[in-house]
């Protein structure tokens, strides 16, 4: 019941003497029929699950064709009938995003799995007589926890990047499964160790035709993510990835596609509003206007810390979280977003520039052995990532310079280092992207958009996101492709040249990007006190001297971060309500 909020249509609970599953519901194929728990014919094998198959139609068709008997038209109950034909690896045959939990009574077994992106979260305690938990929300599993506390080791990554990188979550005791991973369980041998179900280093495609392939395959993927039986609606920025999706799917879609955004009051540089509504336009779907003011995100900043489960410090957090609210309360229940396209598509320069030197560097590995050989010298070889490699360096000192003693004795030297590190042994493309998903885009970007948008019982659905359109890039960079010495998404926007508008084609993607300096500061004047003596403070995390002494010398941006880490701790882990924060502010502001 923690979760209404994800699940506001419906509820269910099975149990028996072996597992306990409850489900929330989120309505939105086969509202009527299908409630979860779903089973299959002799209700054997029975599943909960947060997500969406996207192909489930094509499946249903091939299991009926099996022999398998259809309850409902519910994309989740053909999970249940390919598991009973294929076991564990039904899951290859899964085009969607998913956390589900499936329990096979006849074999007394339980299969725990998420998606490949890490759309959607599974969080897993085992606790001190052997039972396993798990839940889509931080907070439903915190309660399997005694006593849960920040871990030192949690405060000093977020406050390093902005994010705690999963697999750890800010407890101790509680952990993050692993994206495109499965535990095979039974109640003989309850463990931890997930294994993966989806390998890209194997993925192979020939780049001969590379824009079709890219065209096709986003083509299908916003096809299948626009069917729903709700309305669907679309989050745009005036960038190419929300525009692309957004064209796409009205294409798919004629006059049922709105499409939402978010833009601030006075209109900074950053507001791309009336490029967006332009697209729009173009478009012929119907417009949707956000606006959002420095006093609303002051005064919600609570609210914004609470709805979003665990600690994530990127302010574009409000964007997110307001075109969410705005769509469910217009009937939306369904967005379809361009996320994933810079991270797919090379939309970084820095992310380039990080390819390039560490091919630069695999390329002299030859020449540097043999010199190493020679003269005993050891050049340095270490692959590089960040280009912020020095901002998170300083972020970290920072951290550390602000712990208590007892605090900083638990966080290793470098442990942000440990986390951020490419895995030299495959080739720069694939270890640069890799490294980049299961930080940035998974712990910070997906993060925001499932918490957030599930807050207010919204669905976000990502077909830059695909698997398969995944596969097929990564495996035509495999086979050759080397699209990252190109320039900024020139795949993409190759692929699409005659479908996005002219004008955006050379504007580089800002999303939601708000007036930064102007709302951080507002926060820091209304919450910035709490932290100075706060629970950070009295839970002994942070020396009351050290910050008091650094504080004036701490970047806006990292005081930020001390103000969501403060407010975190205080409603989720002590209970607070944001009517209690409200207060407190007020006291000490005054």
């Not at 090379?346 to 190493?372: H, I, P």
């Amino acid at each position: 019941e923690s979760m209404t909020q994800r699940g506001p249509d419906s509820g269910g609970i099975f149990r028996d003497e072996r597992v306990s599953l409850a489900m929330r519901r989120l309505a939105i194929i086969d509202p009527n029929g299908g409630n979860q728990p779903i089973y299959n014919e002799d209700k054997s094998v029975v599943i909960v699950c947060n997500g969406e198959i996207y192909n489930h139609d094509v499946l249903r068709q091939q299991l009926k064709l099996m022999g398998h008997s259809f309850r409902s038209c519910s994309d989740i109950e053909v999970i249940v009938h390919a598991y009973e034909s294929f076991g564990v690896r039904c899951l290859d045959s899964l085009r969607g995003m998913f956390a589900f939990a499936l329990w096979d009574h006849k074999h007394d077994r339980l299969m725990l799995a998420r998606d490949r992106s890490g759309e959607k979260p599974l969080y897993l305690s085992k606790d001190g007589q052997g039972r396993l938990w798990f839940a889509s929300e931080f907070r439903s599993i915190l309660k399997t926890v005694r006593n849960p506390m920040l871990s030192p080791q949690a405060l000093n990554l977020f406050l390093t990047f902005q994010y705690i990188p999963e697999t750890d979550s800010p407890v101790d005791g509680i952990t993050l499964m692993s994206a495109g991973h499965v535990l095979d369980l039974t109640p003989k041998n309850i463990h931890l160790d997930s294994k993966s179900y989806w390998d890209l280093s194997k993925a192979a495609l020939s780049p001969s035709s590379p824009e079709v392939t890219v065209r096709e395959s986003l083509n299908e993927a916003c096809r299948l993510m626009g069917i729903a039986d709700v309305p669907v609606a679309a989050a745009m920025s005036g960038g190419i990835d929300s525009s692309l999706v957004t064209a796409l799917s009205a294409k798919h879609y004629p006059d049922q596609i709105e499409a939402f955004c978010v833009g601030y009051t006075q209109k900074p540089p950053t507001d791309e509003r009336n490029v967006a509504r332009g697209v729009a336009k173009s478009l012929r779907v119907p417009f949707h206007d956000i606006e959002i003011n420095t006093d609303q995100v002051v005064r919600d900043f609570p609210l914004l810390v609470r709805a979003m489960d665990i600690p994530v410090g990127d302010i574009a957090a409000q964007g997110y979280f307001a075109v969410s609210s705005e769509a469910r309360k217009k009937g939306f229940p369904v967005l379809l977003s361009g996320m994933g396209g810079d991270e797919l598509f090379w939309g970084y320069d820095w992310v380039r520039q990080a390819v390039r030197r560490n091919t630069q560097k695999q390329s002299k590995k030859g020449l540097r052995g043999y010199l190493n050989s020679l003269f005993r010298k050891s050049l340095n070889s270490t692959p590089q990532f960040f280009e912020v490699h020095d901002e998170m360096s300083q972020n970290d000192l920072a951290s550390r310079a602000i712990l208590s003693r007892e605090a900083a004795e638990n966080v290793p030297q470098d442990l942000w280092l440990k986390v951020a590190s490419l895995d030299s042994d495959q080739p720069a493309h694939f270890a640069v992207h890799t490294l980049l998903n299961r930080t940035w885009l998974q712990s910070n970007c997906l993060a925001l958009v499932d918490r957030l948008s599930m807050f207010n019982s919204v669905e976000v659905r990502l077909p830059l996101l695909d698997h398969v359109l995944i596969e097929q890039v990564v495996g035509m960079r495999n086979a050759g492709l080397n699209d990252w010495r190109q320039i900024h998404k020139w795949l993409l926007l190759n692929s699409f040249k005659d479908i996005i508008p002219s004008d955006i084609i050379g504007r580089r993607k800002q999303g939601f990007t708000p007036p930064v300096e102007d709302w951080m500061s507002n926060i820091e004047r209304r919450y910035l006190a709490l932290v100075l003596d706060g629970a950070l403070i009295s839970t002994g995390l942070i020396d009351r001297e050290r910050l008091n002494s650094a504080v004036s010398s701490l970047s806006l941006n990292f005081k930020y971060k001390l103000m969501v880490s403060e407010l975190w701790v205080r409603q989720t882990l002590l209970g607070e309500s944001e009517n209690d924060i409200h207060k407190a502010a007020a006291r000490k502001h005054f």
